[in-house]
């Protein structure tokens, strides 16, 4: 694994970076969120403590996922109207990052699509509508609102403390599919539903 460490912008402890395609790294002693620009940390903003929810992952998390081998990064928080789910950004054996939602103890993984094509203009997209972004014709079945309420870890997106995002979910071809819009960029992912059973864990803490 390559672990390089910075100095926490605020607090000057080390911060841990193991990946090539964390963005963000949340100092585990001061909670600051800092953006990782060439060689630099710049804080970005803070956040409380992520309230304690009993989640099957934790961050440090190693096993494996249907078979492959995964260590989790980092997670972030979003709360929405009616609850939050967690994104956590894993990072695979083969050295390529995944995403897996965790929401009410469902499961999803995700992949993160390169976007080659023009997208629709977020506002125009309806639930019940089909949107096509590089080749995939995604069938809107959700859309919702969402804000940052937490992170620990790396983290793969930009995301600052406090910002919101726009989601939209669907499926095209078989898979899920999901549109990530912040101010900062936009994402598309798509992957697969995961039974809780095949996330087997190694590495958790006793007690
Ligand atoms: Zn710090």
Redesign the pocket.
């Known amino acids: 694994m390559d672990t390089s460490s910075l100095p926490?912008?605020?607090?000057?402890?080390p911060?841990e970076i193991t990946n090539r395609y964390a963005k963000i790294v949340v100092?585990?002693?001061?909670?600051?969120h800092s953006a990782l620009e060439t060689g630099n940390a710049k804080i970005l903003g803070q956040f409380p403590k992520l309230a304690d929810v009993p989640t099957y992952l934790f961050t440090g998390a190693e096993g494996t996922i249907q078979g492959k081998k995964f260590r989790a990064a980092g997670r972030m928080r979003y709360q929405h109207k009616s609850g939050f789910w967690d994104e956590w950004f894993l990072l695979m054996e083969d050295g390529s990052p995944a995403w897996l939602t965790e929401d009410e103890g469902e499961f999803s993984l995700f992949e993160g699509r390169k976007i080659k094509s023009e997208i629709p203009e977020p506002d125009s997209i309806k639930v019940g509508t089909k949107i096509t972004i590089n080749e995939l014709v995604i069938s809107v079945m959700e859309k919702g609102e969402a804000a940052v309420a937490g992170a620990e870890g790396e983290l793969g997106f930009w995301t600052a403390p406090g910002s919101r995002i726009r989601y939209y979910e669907g499926v095209a071809a078989g898979k899920l599919a999901a549109l990530e819009v912040s101010d900062d960029e936009i994402e598309l992912f798509t992957g697969d539903e995961v039974m809780r059973k095949e996330i087997v864990i190694t590495n958790r803490p006793q007690g």
């Not at 926490?8 to 402890?13: D, H, I, K, S, V």
């Open positions: 926490c912008p605020q607090c000057g402890a911060l100092c585990q002693y001061c909670g600051a």
